[in-house]
């Protein structure tokens, strides 16, 4: 196949259009019918040597290819007019500039992810961002943008909805001048976030946060009071806390501070460390009221109360001082209940038996691990019959049919649920 030459003053590498032109060409993307094929065929400059000979769709997959140029901006505008999302991760584009020439001839962006490409040799001047205007999902992920870079990109992008901005060595948040108010989603995990008071700033920033996802972070504690918490996150719904540092359960009991808050995840926190799988559950759905989602997992009514109840026993033989303000809520709503009785729920060994024979009762211990023909050999003794001559009945007081045959030698004494104080019958067999 054979490409438009670039431009002279372009840099080296292969163009955006040229691995656009590769991929999708007939040969390697023939044409589908069917619906949701998001196919489209635009019309193209006239004299480009790749009329009508592209099929592409919509979301447009161009990771890992090598790109570090945009290519013949006429031909990305004849080409994308309709592609609404767009991967270009893994790729060495390192220009801003490079980049705002493909996005300002997408104008129906709204995707757009640029993970792991080389940004950060670069400076975003607010023209080139100007081009993003329409976007409402940035993937920044691994490319070590800077916050300056980031600030211009809230400034020229009014629409943005959800940001991710993982593995950028972040140990620190800068403020942006201005409220991003679009903004519901942020990503921020793997960085080296540990202050609260950088955490804090986020709120600020971003008022109408809905989604806060802060896992792989080194967060230790959340340095805050309620009234202040409600006021920077007010709309935070969803907030994860996966593999930070928190230790104490008082920062647990923050999160209630969030008005809206109603999904949690915290797994691999030093603070659940000490105790069992059951236990983490029970005591955080206990301590977190309002929420109705935790590590992914809906919590039901049932489960709640069920919590709920498992946490007053669980404090119960606390110290007074040791025991947290949610004990006394929940001993308001459910009384000062019980310990649960512990069951035995191994089978029984043994059991204390009435034997009966002729005029005499004797009362023996018997295994209930051994055999009707076992149990015969051990009442040899008692009424002095051999096996043979022994006819031997059960009688448990709760049948309805009175004493049973014990016909079968083989049996196990277990099968026939044999308690203390039931009785047998010892008949010598009819001559």
Request: one cysteine or more; charged letters at 25%; glycine letters at 4%.
């Amino acid at each position: 196949m054979e490409f438009q030459e670039e431009n002279m003053d372009q840099p080296s590498g292969r163009s955006f259009m040229q691995v656009l032109c590769e991929k999708y060409s007939p040969e390697n993307f023939p044409y589908r019918r069917g619906p949701g094929m998001g196919v489209h065929v635009p019309a193209t400059p006239q004299g480009s040597p790749m009329k009508d000979r592209l099929n592409l769709p919509s979301v447009l997959v161009l990771n890992s290819c090598g790109i570090t140029c945009a290519g013949e901006e006429n031909e990305i505008a004849a080409f994308c007019a309709h592609v609404s999302e767009l991967d270009l991760s893994d790729n060495k584009l390192d220009s801003w500039h490079e980049v705002s020439k493909i996005v300002s001839n997408v104008p129906h962006l709204e995707f757009l992810n640029l993970s792991s490409n080389p940004l950060n040799l670069s400076v975003l001047e607010r023209t080139c961002a100007g081009s993003f205007a329409g976007v409402r999902k940035l993937v920044l992920n691994n490319s070590k943008a800077s916050w300056e870079t980031v600030h211009t990109i809230l400034q020229e992008l009014p629409d943005l909805e959800e940001l991710f901005l993982c593995l950028n060595d972040y140990e620190t948040v800068s403020c942006s001048p201005v409220c991003c108010q679009s903004l519901k989603l942020l990503h921020i995990t793997d960085n080296n976030l540990q202050d609260w008071t950088e955490i804090r700033k986020l709120g600020i920033m971003f008022p109408s946060l809905d989604t806060l996802v802060l896992a792989n972070n080194h967060l230790t504690t959340i340095e805050e009071s309620n009234d202040s918490l409600a006021r920077l996150f007010p709309n935070l719904r969803s907030v994860s806390l996966h593999r930070s540092g928190l230790h104490c359960w008082e920062d647990i009991d923050k999160l209630n501070s969030f008005p809206k808050l109603e999904e949690v995840r915290l797994l691999g926190i030093p603070l659940l460390q000490s105790y069992t799988t059951e236990e983490r559950r029970k005591l955080l759905i206990a301590r977190l009221p309002s929420i109705i989602k935790l590590n992914g997992s809906v919590i039901t009514d049932g489960e709640r109360e069920d919590s709920e109840r498992f946490f007053i026993r669980y404090y119960l033989d606390f110290p007074p001082e040791e025991v947290p303000f949610r004990y006394h809520e929940l001993v308001t709503k459910y009384g000062k209940l019980e310990p649960l009785a512990v069951v035995d729920l191994r089978p029984r060994s043994s059991a204390k038996v009435e034997v009966h024979f002729k005029d005499k009762v004797e009362e023996i211990s018997i295994r209930l691990d051994q055999t009707v023909a076992e149990l015969k050999k051990q009442l040899k003794t008692v009424v002095h019959l051999s096996t043979s001559n022994m006819l031997l009945y059960y009688f448990d007081h709760e049948a309805p049919f009175g004493p049973e045959e014990m016909k079968y030698n083989s049996r196990a004494l277990h099968s026939y649920g044999i308690q203390d104080g039931d009785k047998f019958f010892v008949e010598p067999k009819s001559k």
